[in-house]
């Protein structure tokens, strides 16, 4: 059976089992982190379990160090992909890109089909990597020849790096983190110019949000321009979860990372928001876009 088939027929059984039990319509979580600064209070089992309860039956997970993220194993109701973060230092997050063992990690682990994808890769205007930087364009080709999407980070105070990025390799797939971290207005200056990007929500919520401004007000209805951008590309936005907490310090040596414990709370904010799209473009941004992008 393909790998088209096997999606396609989980697919029909969540939907199915969800509407037996009469629970949530199941979700598409496209950035969840299991990470060495969680096994402490999170066990895989949990970590899994906490999917299970929030209905989301799709979720791309990051591990760091990278093979963590086999400890998490798909049930009956939650299909797991696997992503690869080429962090071989996991402590060293903002100059993994120095690290010239990268690429061939990156290939390799593509390349034992336990992995489908790539990130979250940390990058910043002013930081790196630069745009000619060896380790970086190589895993971004690699990924290509994969069709393995890449989960990419950038910083929130423009749309020009990434920009710069997708533009220079149009043969691979983006998947955009917190919608950049910006507004509706630069998040859609970019998706014009770059048909390879998809946006997704993650730490956009009120715990979160990486710009201070979370996607949706208090009532619930999305913040001014995300509609209307949504409504124009109905097939390029996605949720994530993020359990990452507390986000000022993030893997510390004196406690453990606890964003296993605020994810219900986060399922919830995004939910709400979701209820306010019109039914058709709800299931999109839900569910189905993270779908389709993962069945080719």
């Known amino acids: 059976m393909t790998k088209i088939s096997i999606i396609s027929c989980f697919i029909l059984a969540a939907n199915i089992g969800s509407t037996l039990a009469g629970s949530l319509p199941p979700l598409a979580d496209v950035h969840v982190h299991y990470k060495w600064s969680q096994i402490e209070v999170t066990s895989p089992q949990q970590a899994v379990e906490a999917l299970q309860r929030n209905d989301v039956t799709l979720a791309v997970v990051f591990g760091t160090p990278p093979e963590l993220v086999l400890d998490l194993h798909s049930t009956d109701n939650v299909q797991l992909v696997h992503f690869y973060q080429p962090y071989l230092q996991p402590f060293l997050k903002a100059s993994w890109f120095l690290n010239k063992q990268a690429p061939r990690a990156v290939r390799e682990a593509l390349a034992s089909g336990r992995y489908r994808g790539v990130g ?32 990419l980070h950038t910083n929130a105070s423009s749309f020009e790096y990434m920009r710069r990025i997708c533009s220079k390799h149009t043969r691979t797939r983006f998947i955009w983190a917190h919608a950049g971290g910006l507004q509706a207005d630069g998040v859609g200056k970019l998706l014009s110019q770059c048909d390879n990007v998809w946006v997704e929500f993650s730490a956009r919520d009120h715990l979160k949000s990486v710009s201070g401004v979370p996607v949706a007000h208090e009532d619930g209805r999305l913040r001014e321009g995300w509609l209307a951008l949504m409504q124009a590309y109905p097939n390029r936005f996605m ?3 993020d359990p990452i907490w507390p986000v000022s310090e993030i893997d510390s040596w004196h406690s453990a990372d606890t964003g296993w414990q605020t994810v219900d709370e986060v399922y919830a904010y995004h939910r709400r928001w979701l209820k306010t799209l019109p039914p058709e473009l709800a299931e999109k941004v839900r569910y189905q876009n993270a779908v389709e992008l993962f069945k080719e």
């Open 239 to 241: 949720i994530g979860s």
């Open 120 to 151: 979250e890769l940390h990058v910043s205007d002013g930081i790196g990597p630069r745009m000619d930087s060896e380790v970086f364009n190589s895993i971004l080709q690699i990924a290509a020849d994969f069709n393995a999407p890449v989960n």
